[in-house]
């Protein structure tokens, strides 16, 4: 079956960056699009971030965009979440979600905790 | 941004008994391809979110068959016929029509 498995997370202060990785495997990584969806404490889900499968196309919320970047590197199967700037509202769980077709979340990480926090 | 409306927020149901969920979208999600990219997600107490229905009423691979999508254009809703106890969660509409996905705010089902 199918696995994603999150990695990065952790306290970081305001105005600092993490890298969050996702790695995956039983499926084709290359073949499919990625995406990055966040949970804050007790809210519901925004979806954060979006890739192709080539990771020629990116795509971002405006919460984040000019301070997340993703990416993937198809040869190791792991897609990541660089970010930057953090501030206190990017705390949440960040999951890692494979994308069947135009944000079709078929298969999800078991998320990460990221808390922005002095 | 396409804004992704649910009611009601919360419901408590009987064992048995159905259940009913609106999502309304802000634009239509019908695509030129002809398709409605209308997704509804669960997420139960402590676990990641996943995949119930897409394209507004096709089951996703294990999702039973008490669970049911339905609607068009701007306004779709998911029913469960017969709600168990299992069925406990929140639930999510998202669209993914736009390049920039949106949830709904969720709703939450619990057991009477």
């Known amino acids: 079956e199918v696995q994603l498995l999150e990695s990065g997370g952790g306290l970081v202060q305001p105005g600092g960056s993490l890298r969050l990785s996702c790695a995956a495997s039983?499926?084709?990584?290359?073949?499919?699009?990625m995406s990055w969806v966040r949970q804050a404490p007790g809210k519901g889900l925004e979806w954060v971030s979006g890739i192709s499968g080539s990771g020629g196309n990116t795509y971002y919320a405006d919460s984040v965009k000019g301070r997340f970047t993703i990416s993937r590197d198809n040869s190791k199967n792991t897609l990541y979440l660089q970010m930057s700037s953090l501030r206190a509202e990017d705390t949440a769980i960040y999951y890692c979600?494979?994308?069947?077709?135009?944000?079709?979340?078929?298969?999800w990480g078991q998320g990460i905790l990221v808390t922005v926090s002095s | 941004d396409i804004v992704m409306t649910q009611t009601p927020l919360s419901l408590s149901v009987t064992p048995g008994q159905p259940a009913s969920i609106s999502c309304k979208s802000s634009?239509?999600?019908?695509?030129?391809?002809?398709?409605?990219?209308l997704y509804w997600y669960l997420q139960k107490p402590g676990q990641s979110p996943q995949l119930l229905i897409y394209?507004?009423?096709s089951r996703f691979s294990g999702v039973p068959d008490r669970f049911r999508g339905s609607g068009s254009g701007t306004d779709f809703t998911l029913k469960i016929s017969r709600v168990e106890a299992e069925d406990v969660g929140v639930y999510y509409c998202?669209?993914?029509?736009?390049?920039?996905?949106?949830f709904g705010q969720g709703t939450r089902l619990e057991i009477k």
């Open positions: 039983k499926f084709t990584f290359s073949s499919y699009a």
């Open positions: 394209e507004v009423s």
């Open positions: 998202m669209q993914g029509i736009q390049l920039q996905g949106t």
């Open positions: 979600a494979k994308d069947r077709s135009r944000k079709c979340f078929d298969y």
């Open positions: 634009q239509s999600l019908l695509h030129s391809d002809g398709k409605t990219y």
